[in-house]
């Protein structure tokens, strides 16, 4: 039986929120945990991972962009941080990276996650980035309901003062 699931949603106005929003989760984060970045061209999923490495202890000297032509970037921090982007590729494709084989020990980011079909594992963190316009978007994240309420307990990244 999985652990309850929940969610909790933020509404974003700059990539700097988006980067502050990721770098809190990411200072949670431990080996093993794998987060799906979900959304549309340009809604912020690689800000979000660039926060996620500087909350991974990533140094700002790398810079985090989205692996879509080398498809996977790893940097050192904390712990690894993997950062995976699928978009060019089909399921066949992802199955043959063997992402969570590589990745087991460190953090894993991926983002157009839906590329790979059902292949993660329960326990995996969703953020979803829907974009109503351009001063704002939401940002909802689903998991875990342990890890997201040690997530909440901590200040409340991204919110607009």
Known sequence: MSAPYTHIEYELTSEEKTMRLGSALGALLKPGD?????????AGKTVFARGLA????????????????????????????????????????????ELLDEAHEGVLAVEWPERAGDIWPVGSLLIQFASPD??????????????????QEHETPGQDD
Do not use: W
């Not at 032509?69 to 990276?97: M, W």
């Open 134 to 151: 351009q001063l704002r978007r939401l940002v909802r994240i689903s998991g875990p309901e342990a890890i997201l309420k040690n997530f």
């Open 54 to 97: 500087k909350g991974l202890g990533v140094s700002m000297d790398y810079d985090v962009v989205s692996p879509t032509f080398t498809l996977l970037n790893i940097y050192p921090g904390k712990c690894s941080f993997f950062h995976a982007d699928l978009y060019r590729l089909s399921q066949g494709e992802v199955l043959d990276l």
């Open 34 to 42: 794998i987060v799906l970045l979900k959304g549309e061209l340009g």
